[in-house]
């Protein structure tokens, strides 16, 4: 028989202090020595004998027998504390990209009126009148996005967060127009008519707004895009997908059930607009753009749906991400099921998201 060697030795008693909890294998941690010390450490390295803890600045190893506790935190707490020891540089980014905003802002202001500043954790809103911002966006911004983002299942989506995630670009950045003529100059800007637009996403988390138009509906339908196009980097896609990835993320499904209906009624009655004619903004894009999510995300299911997205988001081109997630050979063979599926429903019953 050989000699156990002294290595054995040591992991058998290591072995043995882990399994009654004096060395946990969790690495997160507040440490009090018996001079009362007290350390917000990450522990980096431990033996029977002694532990090794980083600090902020430096690394300190510390006899076991000069310890009064251990107190272990959860895995989010630890990381946070890590995010905060480099607060330094990511609050000097942070104040370069917000500065870096800023001049954004008054390149876009479109008026010799100074913008005024709202902000909350997640946002930040350029605006003329701070009750409008507070009734449309206060309190309310953070919870949209989480629910648009589980609902597309964009498992990488972060919001700006001071502790856990505080990077300034992950902040979404509202521009809100009060008067009309800043309003047309700043549409006309992207290209875009004034009589046909009340709020547009822009990309980098901004969206800009008329102050005047009164459902606050059409920011959030903004918010949608701008986290959808995030998600699937830009890819190209058609505009009776993407208005209806942004009205299934912003309506509920009693909400829907209309713009729904109305889609029925014409694959019912063979009036059913070709999904390949749609080009621009009508009702009908919105309507049947949101019949075909609702198909793939009832018919087919939540899976097959992100697996899309997920195609998309890796440079996928859309018709090939169709077929490889769904099957469908093109887009004329998803819209023909579609329609068979909108014939055969009753909208009345759906339910739940």
């Not at 195609?311 to 819209?335: Q, T």
Request: net charge positive; charged share 30%.
């Amino acid at each position: 028989m050989r000699k156990r060697s002294s290595c054995y030795k040591y992991i058998k008693a290591l072995l043995f202090l882990i399994s009654f909890g004096i060395i946990s294998v969790v690495l997160a941690d507040e440490i009090l020595t018996t001079d009362g010390q007290r350390y917000e450490c990450v522990i980096i390295n431990q033996s029977p004998y002694d532990i090794t803890i980083r600090l902020k600045d430096r690394t300190l190893k510390v006899n076991r027998s000069n310890l009064k506790y251990v107190k272990k935190w959860p895995k989010e707490k630890n990381d946070a504390l890590v995010e905060e020891w480099k607060a330094p540089q990511s609050k000097d980014n942070n104040l370069r990209t917000r500065e870096e905003e800023l001049k954004f802002a008054d390149s876009v202001r479109h008026s010799d009126q100074p913008w005024e500043i709202y902000e909350e954790d997640v946002f930040i809103a350029f605006h003329r009148q701070e009750g409008i911002i507070r009734s449309r966006l206060q309190g309310k911004v953070g919870d949209y996005c989480k629910k648009v983002a589980d609902k597309l299942g964009y498992k990488e989506f972060k919001l700006y967060d001071k502790r856990s995630t505080p990077d300034w670009k992950l902040k979404f950045k509202f521009y809100s127009y009060r008067d009309f003529k800043s309003w047309k100059d700043a549409t006309a800007a992207e290209g875009m008519n004034v009589g046909n637009v009340a709020a547009f996403a822009a990309g980098n988390r901004r969206v800009f707004f008329y102050e005047l138009y009164m459902k606050e509906n059409v920011i959030y339908h903004e918010i949608s895009h701008e986290i959808y196009n995030e998600f699937i980097r830009n890819a190209k896609i058609p505009i009776w997908w993407s208005e209806g990835i942004a009205q299934y993320t912003l309506l509920t499904t009693h909400e829907a059930r209309q713009e729904i209906s109305n889609s029925r009624f014409r694959a019912l009655n063979n009036k059913y607009i070709p999904l390949s004619s749609h080009i621009s903004a009508t009702d009908e894009v919105y309507e049947d753009g949101l019949s075909v999510i609702y198909f793939l995300v009832r018919d087919k299911g939540k899976e097959k749906f992100q697996k899309f997205n997920y195609n998309l988001r890796n440079g996928m081109a859309f018709n090939k991400a169709l077929f490889e997630a769904y099957g469908f050979k093109s887009v004329d063979a998803l819209e023909k099921a579609c329609v068979e599926y909108l014939k055969k429903i009753d909208v009345k019953d759906l339910v739940g998201d």
